[in-house]
C-alpha cells in the first residue's frame, strides 16, 4: 500500500523507518511518500501561506502550493485512484473503522495543515477529513503519523504474527482483556492461576468475560454497539452479579 503525505515538514516521517514499518518499507509491503507543497511555490521566499481575508491572527494555507503537491503526486502514480484525507480537529475522529476501511485500500494521501489551517477551499480537494481528537496539534504530522501507523499494522505481512492484531482493543469493539507475562509473581501479584492451566476453553472464557468487565468499567459507550452474543450476555450478567 501506498501512503502519500503533504507537509511543510517530509522529515519527521523519517521516524516510519523504525521498526516494523521500516522493515515493511524495505519488503516493499508499503510505500511512503512524503512530499512539500514548498517545492511547488515560484517565489524567493517559498511561501505557502498568508494572512487571513477578514483580518485575525496567524497564516493560512494557500490552496495553490497544496492543489500542485496532490496533482504531483497523482502523475507520479499514474493516474492510479487515492483516497484524499485532510487532517484537522474539524473532521471525524479517527477510530479502528477508519484504519480497517484505509488498510483495504491501495494508496491514501494525506494532507497535513499548519499554523491556522487550510483555505476553506482546500477541503474540497479532499474526500475526507479526519481529527485524531478533541484537542488542537501545531500540525497535522503526529495526526497522519498515527493513521499510517495504525492503517499500515493492519496489513499482511506488516505485523510479525499477522494474528497479533485480531483479538486486541477496538478489533471487535471491545478492550482487550489483561494480558500476562513472566515472572509468574511480580511484587506480590500473581499471574491468574486460570491462564497457567492449560485449559483452553476455560482460558478463552475468561479473556472474554475480562474483556467485556474491562470495557464495561472503562468504556461502557462500547458495549452499545459492539456486537454481543447471548455467551456475552450471560457473562455481562455475570459480572454483574459479582460472579
Ligand atoms: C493549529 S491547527 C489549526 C486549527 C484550526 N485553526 C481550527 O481551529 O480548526 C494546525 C493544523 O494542525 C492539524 N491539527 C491540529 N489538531 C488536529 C487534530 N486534532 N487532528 C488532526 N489534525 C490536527 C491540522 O492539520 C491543522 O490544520
Redesign the pocket.
Known sequence: MRFEIVTLFPELFDVLRAGLLGKAQDARAIDIQAITPREFTHDRHRTVDDAPYGGGSGMVLMPGPIAQALDHLDEARGGKPTLRVL?????ARFSQAHARRFSELGSLTLV???????DERIRGLADEEV???D??????EA?ALAVIEATARLLPGVLGNDESAADESHSDGLLEYPQYTRPEEFRGQKVPEILRSGNHAAIARWRRKESLRRTRDRRPDLLETAELTNEDRELLEEIREGR
Request: glycine letters at 28%; a neutral charge; hydrophobic letters at 35%.
Open positions: 487532517l484537522t480537529p474539524q473532521g497535513c495543515g499548519r499554523y491556522e489551517g487550510f481529527s485524531l481528537g484537542f488542537v496539534l501545531l500540525g497535522g495526526a
